[in-house]
């Protein structure tokens, strides 16, 4: 385990020792009898966490902090002050302190702030390499495109991402819709908070319950000990509900009282949680007609879409498709090492004609494996998958062959939702080995 480091600045020598003693069994602590000593020990070393006297001759806390503040990786400070002092202190966190204690000092109360602003810490480094992770994966994939539809998207997530509304993402599998969220999130006022994600299909229904809302220690078999929810993870952040027209009824009503009263209560608790936490849900099923089935609330409904996203399919911004594939193209041509710089007219005509029933995912992995077949320095007819040209460039997929890849993309589809994504058991149902039906899964982008 990589140990942490905890800086403790004080003119006072007890105090140091006396924070050092107490401190040292969970973290390695570093000393400085001042703040100009402070600053050399924090550009010759990693420092976690600097907990400094507000007040010490020579340069004092405020001035320090000044100080850390111009520091290229810069650690949360917490302040030592006396109760005549608080004032001084809060003014301190308006300018980037994390907190403050009063003397006398409780240790198990410093304890406790240390790990809280530690846990703070490591979430915002966290969503910073999640953030480079998706810009490099994924680098403005979602502004790709100029049609009218894409238009009203870009625009539409411009201003929401402004605000901290609740938004409701609809669209077929494979158009964006976690990259709409991510682009949301990160051009948000939360987007230093927390970006929690949960898949709602993922899980069994009490089991999603314990990973949304936490549990106690006790509250069922297994439950060795206190477990946090994604809520409570989230908080001061996002939480992305993704296909949540999966949700239970049962847990249904309890995210209804979250979003009206922004508290719940973990499995087995009776202790009333309150977190401050945005939600972005997104869906591939229509909600209204699951209403009318009476498998989805109407009043969740209508609090989920504050503001409603309806993201286009493939086949509804065609004149995307170009810029999409040259993208695909530059990004898989550098992965796999390939100098590859276009498709033929022959495969761009098949390309354009194809329906896209995965969307920008199959689109994507269409461009992959093109790019991985590929002998020379551009994509032709005979790097393509198979069902592009078995389409016959039938874009209504009313062809003999179009229509039975359909009804077998279908039959598939069906067959995972109702074993809940289990692919073992959708295998043994369609009665296709494992691996044949990986293999569908990945053509379809399903």
């Excluded at 409780?106 to 602003?117: A, G, V």
């Excluded at 680098?139 to 238009?151: C, W």
């Excluded at 990160?186 to 990973?211: D, Q, R, T």
């Amino acid at each position: 385990m990589i140990p942490t480091f905890i800086l403790i600045v004080d003119d006072d020598k007890m105090t140091r020792q006396t924070l050092s003693l107490a401190l040292e069994d969970q973290y390695q602590t570093v000393t400085a009898k001042d703040g100009k000593t402070a600053l050399e020990v924090l550009k010759s070393q990693e420092i976690d966490l600097v907990l400094s006297d507000l007040f010490m001759p020579g340069m004092n806390g405020i001035e320090l902090l000044e100080h850390i503040n111009l520091l290229p990786e810069k650690p949360p400070v917490i302040f030592i002050t006396g109760q005549g002092s608080v004032e001084t202190a809060v003014q301190a966190m308006k300018n980037g302190a994390y907190d403050y204690v009063t003397k006398p000092i409780n240790i198990d109360r410093l304890t406790l702030l240390i790990e809280k602003t530690l846990e703070n810490k490591r979430l915002k480094e966290e969503n910073i390499l999640l953030k480079k992770k998706i810009e490099e994966t994924y680098p403005d994939l979602s502004m790709i495109g100029n049609s009218p539809a894409m238009q009203k998207i870009k625009d539409l997530a411009t201003q929401v991402a402004a605000t901290t509304a609740t938004v409701l993402i609809e669209g077929e599998s494979g158009t964006g819709k976690e990259l709409v969220t991510n682009i949301i999130h990160y051009n948000s006022p939360v987007a230093h908070g927390p970006f929690i994600k949960v898949n709602c299909s993922a899980f069994a229904e009490g089991v999603l319950e314990s990973e949304l809302f936490g549990h106690e220690k006790g509250a069922f078999t297994g439950a060795v000990a206190a477990k946090k929810g994604r809520f409570e993870l989230a908080d001061n952040g996002t939480l992305f509900l993704d296909e949540v027209g999966e949700m239970p009824p049962s847990i249904q009503v309890k995210l209804l009282r979250f979003l009206q009263e922004q508290t719940f209560e973990r499995v087995g608790g009776t202790k009333t949680q309150k977190v401050t936490v945005r939600i972005i849900s997104a869906t591939n099923r229509n909600l209204t007609d699951m209403i009318k089935e009476g498998t989805f609330r109407e009043d969740l409904y209508y609090r989920l879409r504050v503001v409603k996203i309806e993201m286009p399919s493939l086949r509804e911004r065609k004149e995307d498709i170009p810029e999409l594939v040259a993208s695909f193209l530059k990004k898989f041509a550098d992965r796999h090492g390939k100098q590859i710089s276009r498709v033929t007219d022959e495969v761009m005509e098949l390309i354009m004609q194809y329906n896209w029933p995965g969307n920008i995912r199959e689109l994507m992995n269409c461009i992959e494996s093109s790019v991985v077949m590929a002998r020379g320095d551009m994509i032709n007819i005979d790097c393509i998958p198979e069902y592009l040209t078995f389409s016959g460039g039938d874009s209504s997929m009313n062809g003999k062959e179009g229509l039975l890849q359909e009804m077998e993309r279908q039959t598939i589809t069906d067959v995972l939702d109702k074993t809940g994504g289990d692919k073992v058991k959708a295998a043994k149902i369609l009665g296709i080995g494992l691996r044949t039906l990986y293999r569908k899964i990945e053509q379809w982008g399903l």
